[in-house]
């Protein structure tokens, strides 16, 4: 069986990384992927060493208001999947599951394109217009990694019985607990994801000067990239931390490769978020059995359970994050309980081989 999967972002995020992992952990003698994106992403090098066909597609999304563009790289796809011949098409991204919407209309053109089953994998709640949710709907199977996803779906007029919901998996192999066997006397906090407003970390940094009134020698790590040329999140976040005196206790790490590493000796995961479809990290962190204090929004309430492993906090409260923060560091033995049971939820419900695997049955059964 073949699989064409379309990914617009040239730089990796969590839609990408879970892509990329179920690639690499597909049974290659059941299924044969191929992944159209931008050819300078890290993914895209990563799958490429492992002898995955990469096709080099460049989607000029941010050009498509203007028309042409849009028409230029639906004519591509179109090109591209004659050439491909796919069983299955899988947009793994906002952009490309409106862009499968479009194709799967013109089915009518015949060959590979009429042929095809068609699967749009939806990640985010971004607010969309009516025609957009139309689009979204026009595939022949949905899936959305939460229970809140497929909500705003079906609110949106998307057809339930089409929507399955698949969890992302991590590879629990990779993310395994370590001992510790730092000497610091300081307590680290970690906070990972790409810097932008939705991931609230300003109410985070804010929330510093009420912990290092107690916790002075306090490391925070604030993991992930600004997308922006200008930089001017990350810029932002800075000026911010230096009006509040905490900017000597944050370490600013930017992109990492190591998040394993980084997690091994964290001793609790902090994600501030307005608003999270999912929340990857929030796995990868319970995985290393580290306790997590993260809002009550999106599918975090999914992951995280409050007061069992971790705590949850409403949006933009900088001072409840600081109160349940401190929490933890006082009761080091809450926070081991805590850590014990993200571990045990992790690999009851988010492995990478549960995901591959309810992956694989949809796979099988839109082709049935």
């Known amino acids: 069986m073949k699989i064409l999967y379309l990914d617009h972002a040239p730089y990796e995020g969590g ?20 992944v159209a994106a931008p050819a300078r992403a890290l993914y895209m090098i990563q799958l490429h060493e492992k002898d995955i066909e990469c096709v080099n597609f460049r989607f000029h999304w941010k050009q498509y208001s203007m028309f042409f563009p849009l028409i230029w790289d639906l004519l591509d796809l179109i090109r591209l999947i004659q050439r491909v011949k796919p069983d299955i098409i899988h947009a793994n991204t906002r952009v490309t599951t409106i862009l499968l919407g479009m194709l799967y209309r013109l089915r009518g053109l015949g060959g590979a394109l009429k042929s095809a089953r068609y699967i749009n994998h939806v990640r985010d709640k971004d607010s969309l217009p009516a025609w957009k949710f139309k689009l979204v709907n026009s595939c022949d199977q949905l899936i959305t990694n939460s229970q809140q996803v497929k909500r705003f779906l079906v609110e949106g007029g998307v057809s339930a019985s089409k929507i399955q919901v698949v969890y992302n998996g991590i590879d629990l192999t990779r993310f395994k607990p370590r001992c510790a066997e730092s000497n610091s006397t300081a307590s680290i906090l970690t906070a990972i994801g790409q810097i932008y407003p939705r991931k609230g970390f300003e109410y985070l940094i804010e929330a510093l000067p009420e912990i290092t009134k107690e916790f002075p020698r306090l490391r925070l790590r ?10 001017v999140n990350l810029i932002q976040l ?17 992109y990492r490769r190591d998040v394993p590493d980084i997690l091994a000796d964290t001793n609790i995961f902090v994600l501030p978020s307005l608003e999270e479809p999912f929340g990857r990290v929030l796995i990868e962190a319970m995985a290393m059995k580290v306790p997590i ?3 009550r929004v999106g599918g975090i309430p999914e992951i995280v359970e409050d007061g069992k492993t971790g705590f949850l906090v409403p949006p933009r409260n900088s001072q409840q994050l600081a109160s349940n923060i401190i929490k933890l560091l006082r009761n080091s033995d809450l926070a081991r309980q805590m850590g014990e049971k993200g571990r045990r939820k992790v690999e009851e419900k988010f492995s990478l081989r549960k995901h591959v695997g309810e992956v694989s049955k949809i796979y099988d059964k839109v082709m049935s």
């Open 15 to 34: 839609a990408e990384v879970s892509l990329k992992e179920l690639v690499m952990h597909l049974d290659s003698r059941q299924f044969v992927s191929v």
């Open 222 to 231: 604030i993991v992930g990239q600004d997308p922006t040329a200008s930089q």
């Open 238 to 254: 800075r000026v911010i931390a230096k009006q509040l005196g905490v900017f000597e206790n944050i370490d600013w790490l930017g």
């Open 293 to 295: 204090v993260a809002t």
